[in-house]
């Protein structure tokens, strides 16, 4: 191993080794310097619902940004051989796909976060978006290559009464808030078209909370 490459993994440790994702240290500081959310936060959390929260449930899944801007980028011929190993034959009643501004598939980042999400019964792609309709350029294009897939969808985008974010920098925060407020809601048997905006209170702790959580894990890991 080079001495760069050890180097660089001493200035930025791994945190947290969570199924397929890897928490270092700088994606923690992410939630306690107020910055703008990666896909490697939102990744592990979406993990992290289907994994612990939401585990075995049948009717709700979520799917990692990387498979989402994948899908999102590519020719609709490839949309299967992302989307097939996760949801194949699971029937799974929602799925949720975290959307990201970012138009290149070679490169990381992007300016904004917003919730796609599949309702198989009601045959609609929902949209939740904190800042008003920033992201409906991209969701209406990952639309159409969900439309494609599911074949059955009946309208592009259908907005949900979505809390607005009150800074430049939250709004991977409330996308991730947003999957599980309306994961639970679902999972009640109650219609999503009328979900109540998450809690605020929930906004304000969501940073702190992730930053305890990810460290219980570790600790969890370091047990077993």
Not at 133 to 139: G, R
Not at 184 to 192: E, G, K, P, T
């Amino acid at each position: 191993m080079s001495s760069n490459s050890t180097s660089s993994k001493e200035k930025d440790p791994v945190v947290l080794s969570y199924e397929n994702f890897l928490l270092h240290e700088s994606d923690v500081r992410l939630l306690v310097d107020d910055q703008w959310l990666n896909d490697s936060v939102i990744g592990f959390y979406m993990e992290y619902l289907n994994t612990e929260v939401f585990k075995n449930n049948p009717k709700v899944y979520f799917i990692s940004p990387e498979i989402v801007q994948c899908i999102k980028e590519c020719n609709v011929d490839d949309i299967a051989v992302f989307l097939d190993p996760l949801v194949k034959g699971k029937n799974y009643s929602y799925i949720f796909f975290p959307l990201n501004d970012q138009e290149q598939l070679q490169t990381v980042g992007g300016t904004h976060w917003s919730l796609v999400v599949y309702g198989a019964q009601d045959r609609r792609l929902f949209h939740m978006d904190s800042i008003f309709d920033s992201n409906e350029k991209q969701a209406r294009k990952l639309a159409l290559k969900l439309k494609f897939y599911f074949k059955d969808i009946v309208d592009i985008i259908t907005p949900l009464a979505t809390r607005q974010q009150q800074n430049s920098y939250d709004c991977g925060i409330h996308l991730i808030c947003n999957a599980e407020n309306v994961a639970q809601f679902v999972c009640a048997n109650l219609d999503i078209r009328e979900v109540d905006p998450v809690d605020v209170v929930d906004l304000q702790n969501k940073r702190t909370n992730l930053v305890d959580l990810i460290y219980k894990l570790a600790r969890r890991k370091e047990i077993t």
